[in-house]
Every structure is written in C-alpha cells, then in structure tokens.
C-alpha cells in the first residue's frame, strides 16, 4: 500500500536528519521521537511502535518562563489559531486534546497543555518509507513556517534575558471584568466558577472561556485580521446546505458543522461586532468564527463521521447535489454479490486503511462466527478528550468487521446486538461494511451507540468504500473484485 517498508532504525535516522534541516533537535525516548524549536513552545511527536506507520501528534504546552500570568488563554488560542490555519490551507483537520496536569488539581477552566492530532487526511499516520518521509518532510516545513510568523500575527516581542526567552508582563483579570459581564449576559450564562477571562499584553487580547457552554472567545484584532484575508485569498472550500448543518468539501479533508452550532457562535459574535461578516472553520472536535476583531470556536463534533452522516442525509434527500459528493457515473457495483468474496474485499480495504495494524478473516460467509466476518487491530486518535501528560494521544484497539453484500438498504434487523458481539471477543470497537447503503433507522440507531462513547462504532457505505478505491493504491482492488465493482469512464 504505502511502497517499501523502512527499519525503524533508518526511518528514526531519516527524521534525525531531516529535523535539522528546519532547526528542530530531535530526542529519543524508546520508540518515540520528540522534535522541538528554539523559542517555540510546540514539540512534534512521532510514535513508533506501530509495524508499518508512525503516529505523529503535537503537544503544545506554554511555561511560566514563557508569559506572566495563568496560560490557558495561550494553550487555547494557540491550538485554536494552528488548526484555523491549516484547515484553511487544506493541510490537515486536527483533533484538539486536553492534557491533564500530572500533578495538581486545577480547575475545569484551566487547560494545563493540548495534543493535536492529524485526524484527516489520514489518521495521523506516516507510513515508514520514502513517502511517509516526503510528507514528514512537508510537514515539518509547514510548522517551521508557521512558527516563523507565529510572533508577527500575535503581536507578541519576546526578548531575551540571561539567554533565555522573556516577555514583558501584562496579565490582567480584573481590568477586563465589565468585559467579560457583558459577554456572559450575550450568552445568557452567570460569571461564575464556570468560566475563566482575563487580557493580555504582548500578546494583545482579551480572552473568555465557557465550561458550561463549550465556547471561547477572543478578541484579538490583529490575528483575526490575518485568518480573514488567509480565508478570503481564494477559494478554500465547497460549502453545501444539509438537512441539519453545512458540509465542507476539500480535495482530501471534509468536515461537518451543524446548524445549531453556527448559531450559537453566530449570534455571540454578531452581538459584539455587528459591522462584520462571520467566516467558519470546522476542525475535527470544533468550530471556529472569525470575523475582523474576534475569533471565537465551540467544542462540537466536525469531523469526518459527522460529514459522512450529513452526506447521507444529503443523498436521500436531493439526488442533484449527487455530482460534488458521490460517484454513481464513476462506480458500477454487481446486483449479486457473493458474501465470501465481499468479506475478501473488505478485509483486502482493511489492510490498505491507514492506522490499521493487522486484519484477518475469522469464518466463512455461511459459519456461525457469533456476528463477526474479520477482526482487525487499530492505532487511532485517542477517544478521551482528555489524555494525561506523557501518554501518546492515540490508543490501540481489537475491532469486530461485519461485512454484508446486500442488493437493497441494510435494516436494522439485519446488524446483531453490537455491544454483546463486541464484548463477547473482548475487543473495543465495532464496523460495519455494507456494499449498499443504511436505512434511517439503523443510521440513527448506530449514531446513537456512537455517542454514548462507550465503544468505536463505524460503518462504511458504499460511499466510504467508493472514497477509499479513489484513494493511491487502491485502485488495483477495482481489477481483483471486478465481480463485485468496476470503474466506469464518465
């Protein structure tokens, strides 16, 4: 799938090398490697304990010998700010992770550190070989440059003391009080243990954070300022109008935000900056309004699976809108599929999907396998919101495959109890491979599992499935399973 596998060893030599090129010091502890800047308090963080891919996640965590002053409001903007960036830029969708503090109680407003992770386009995963290390390559380029402007779009001087960074105080809660009242009475909440404000000085802003509402908000000019004209410069994305929220469409990253969510932020930010116009940022786990002075995000699902779900939603409701995200004229699946040669298909999917270790078929199609056709292990974007400092934010889980070949929607009445079949192979995940679609009813009902956040549920369509045969690599499937789909010339 990815090309000649490297050694580890080589592999960890090549990031060595190629770190230096963009003044990163790289550190190794075991199988992860640790990159890190002069004067930037992001590190880049490779795990390498996967067999054929390396885990990559950022941590970000600003120090007292960094800024005067309590810093939740820099961990936050800063995450905040680096994913606006490069979803814009089409680089990457990032999952935005607490760190808890490792040794004190502090809190709920507080956030002590962040791990980000790379969640699209492919699971934060960099295969070992020579075009895992292009794309190591670019990205640490892209950091490199990133922190290069990082300074001149926060307003932020640092000097340096006894050859040690420092930045002049100017931290503040008391004077940004009437601020920050009239800001919890737009949302309609009380001022209370519930939320965090203060301002800043170099850089400049003001800053509140709402536990109980999920929202932030900055009011931060000169950064805002900058994301606009980024967002403005060119056409970054196709929106499309859902059922239930807007739908995001980039070549290779796609995000969801709802209705209820573009509201909620629409309606702070236009409370307090009537003159301006509301540009959106969908990240995995949140979403981002921006206009000429503020920037102000809620912490709601975005990611891949909530654009999946709109998309059906989407798909049943208006065939039209079919040409920006489906491939009716591109696929040509067979009216008769047999079950043994679907369950191949898909464990053959499995095997080129990025983060997955290793997949096998447990039965054949017609054996009683007590609701399982493969099981598979996965390294993935950690399910926790929150991950203790020094603990990679990904997790590694045993996952349960279904796969049905139905000529028609599968039901409801078609998928076993999901939580016994996961727990009788104690494993911690679910998903199900169908080469048609879902019913409403058993969309919902799956949806519903998913957010009890219990288990990993997913499922694959034949939309999800179409996606991953467009996909480099994959291609070679259409000519083994031609008696389940071809491409077909447009």
Partial sequence: MHGEILRKSSFKKRIDSISKEFDFTAQCEDDIIHLSAPNAPLTVNFDLTGEADAFVYLLLRFGSWDAPGERTDLNEFYTIFFSSFFRVLGDFSCAIIDVEHPAAYVPETEVYGRYMTLNQPNNSAYPYTESGLELVGELLAKIWFFNHIMPEALDWSVEHKNGMPHAEPGYSWDDVTPWAENIAKIINEPLDDSVQFASRKNPTWKHY???????????????????????????????????????????????????????????????????????????????????????????????????????EKIRRRHETEGKYLFSAKNFKWSNQIDDDRFELFVLDLLKREHGVMWARKVSISNERDGGRDVISEWKLPAFDPT????????????????????????????????????????????????????????????????????????????????????????????????????SVIA
């Avoid at 309606?267 to 920037?295: A, Q």
């Fill in 387 to 486: 991950v203790p400092e020094g603990v990679t934010p990904s997790e590694i889980i045993r996952v349960i495959v279904q796969a049905k070949a139905y000529s028609r929607p599968v039901g409801k009445g078609s998928v076993t109890d999901i939580r016994d079949t996961v727990e009788n192979f104690e494993a911690q995940g679910y998903l199900l491979v169908t080469s048609h679609f879902l019913t409403t009813t058993l969309t919902d009902h799956l949806e519903h599992e998913r957010r009890k956040k219990k288990i990993h549920i997913d499922w694959w369509t034949r939309s999800e499935i179409e996606d991953r045969l467009r996909r480099d690599g994959n291609s070679e499937l259409l000519k083994m399973y031609p008696d389940i789909v071809t």
């Fill in 209 to 311: 954070r709402s536990i109980a509402t999920s929202i932030t908000l900055f009011e931060a000019p000169n950064p805002a300022h900058k994301l606009t004209n980024l967002i403005n410069g060119e056409e970054r994305w196709k929106i499309l109008d859902g059922p239930t929220g807007k739908i995001f469409l980039s070549s290779s990253i796609n995000n969801y935000a709802s209705n209820d969510s573009i509201e909620k932020l629409r309606h702070v930010l236009n409370s307090i900056d009537t003159s301006s116009n509301i540009l959106f940022v969908p990240i995995e786990n949140f979403l981002v309004g921006i206009t000429c002075r503020h920037i102000a995000c809620v912490a709601t699902g975005c990611g891949i699976k909530e654009f999946e779900l709109e998309r």
